[in-house]
């Protein structure tokens, strides 16, 4: 089983992480921060990667070290869970529609970090949380997970649609991605031999 956890505790944050890159989606989110909550619970569960977190952070100053941190610390736990990606399919790609937004994630387990975000909102809040933390949590997440990441969303009105897109269409590309290819179980998917 490609299973890891992590833990990170700063002066902002402490937080726990661990990953089950073979499970069903079961996941368990604690982070103090509803709709971010539901955001990683949708990752987890389109995935199928069993998820468990928990963060506690200084939110009475804003949201902005938690959700950042939580993407350095899930980030960490998939990558170390990856190992050194041998057999993985490696990459992946998703489009996905919520109502009337539309969202293609394209990535590559590279273990050559880079996000391109082409996500646009009308608005500067969603509930109580900062429309612009989410590009800080792709970015985390990507650095910290060895992840060529692209997210366009392609058209979309609705705020909640369009950030529930990008984080179902993450899922849906990272489960093809971190799948083990039967024909190279026993490959590295590089020709450099290394990822």
């Not at 937080?15 to 949708?42: K, P, R, Y």
Request: with cysteine; net charge negative.
């Amino acid at each position: 089983m490609r299973q890891a956890r992590v833990d990170r505790k700063t002066n902002e944050t402490e937080i726990s992480a661990s990953v089950n890159l073979d499970g069903t989606g079961i996941c368990e989110i604690a982070t103090g921060i509803g709709f971010f909550d539901h955001m990683l619970d949708q990752l987890g569960r389109h995935a199928l990667i069993d998820l468990q977190l928990e963060a506690r952070g200084d939110l009475h100053i804003d949201f902005h070290h938690t959700v950042e941190d939580c993407g350095i610390v899930l980030g960490q736990a998939i990558s170390k869970a990856l190992g050194d990606r041998r057999g993985i399919a490696r990459y992946g790609d998703a489009m996905v529609p919520m109502d009337e937004a539309l969202t293609r994630v394209a990535l590559d387990l590279s273990n050559r970090p880079y996000l391109v975000w082409n996500v646009g909102f009308t608005r500067d809040k969603l509930g109580e949380i900062d429309t612009e933390l989410f590009r800080e949590f792709f970015q985390a997440f990507a650095q910290n997970a060895g992840i060529t990441l692209h997210v366009e969303t392609l058209y979309g009105e609705n705020n909640h649609h369009i950030v529930e897109s990008c984080f179902k269409a993450l899922a849906r590309a990272l489960r093809r991605a971190v799948e083990i290819d039967p024909r190279k179980a026993d490959q590295v998917p590089s020709t450099k031999g290394a990822l």
